[in-house]
């Protein structure tokens, strides 16, 4: 199987870059995907394909992926982007795999 | 724009089958798309159920598979989610989502899914 991990939390004063990282054995050879999920809503995609924002998402939403880690990078933190956020992947042995998730706290 | 809804009992009883509809609109279910299921249990993360591709191509987290049974109603422009035997591990939020996948000859990927519906609370109890 294929295994994703990230931090439980992570905090970032307002206004600070915030990073939020995902691990995975040989990660810069897949394409990772992250989603944004407040309380009480639906995920919401937000970094696709390693690099790429959807339509809507702040330019403050940035993703990279090397070596055996990807990142999700929001420059300059707001209040509201306090959230939980997933990194997935497609692996061949166990198809569609989520990372445990990271909350983000804005301080 | 795409929409996604899912509807559901909402409680069922645990050895019971817990029963799942998503109702696509804006967008044909029969397309080139992945269609898939993901849930949220109670304070934890996301874990992804299944994926399912027009003509039949189906895919299950090995870990559920022998429990559960996705479906496309093209006539309907539905998907569906049928979960065997359910324990109180298997109460959760329950979302569909539309994926976008490639195929190259026989080999299929499964990427990102980019339209999400609102999810619905399935719940197993006595």
């Known amino acids: 199987s294929y295994d994703l991990t990230q931090p439980l939390s992570v905090s970032v004063a307002l206004g600070q870059a915030a990073r939020i990282t995902c691990g995975g054995n040989d990660i810069k050879h897949k394409s990772v995907h992250w989603y944004q999920q407040k309380p009480g809503q639906a995920p919401v995609l937000v970094i696709y394909?390693?690099?790429n924002r959807p339509s809507g998402i702040p330019e403050r939403f940035s993703g990279s992926n090397s070596g055996n880690t990807a990142t999700l990078t929001i420059s300059g933190a707001q209040a509201g982007d306090e959230a939980d956020y997933y990194c997935?992947?497609?692996?061949?042995?166990?198809?569609?795999?989520f990372g445990g998730g990271t909350k983000l706290t804005v301080l | 724009q795409v929409h996604l809804q899912e509807s559901g009992p909402g409680l069922v009883k645990p050895s019971e089958t817990l029963s799942l509809t998503c109702a696509v609109s804006g967008y044909s279910s029969s397309s080139n798309y992945y269609w898939g299921w993901i849930r949220k249990p109670p304070g934890k993360g996301l874990e992804w159920i299944g994926s399912?591709?027009?003509?039949?191509?189906?895919y299950y987290n090995p870990s559920l598979r022998s429990r559960i049974t996705i479906s496309l109603d093209a006539s309907q422009n539905s998907l569906s989610l049928r979960l065997n035997s359910v324990t109180a591990a298997d109460t959760a939020v329950y979302y569909c989502a539309r994926q976008v996948g490639s195929c190259r000859g026989s080999n299929c990927y499964l990427y990102y899914f980019d339209y999400w519906g609102q999810g619905t609370l399935g719940t197993v109890s006595s």
């Open positions: 394909m390693d690099t």
């Open positions: 997935q992947v497609w692996d061949s042995s166990t198809d569609v795999v």
């Open positions: 399912i591709f027009q003509g039949g191509r189906k």
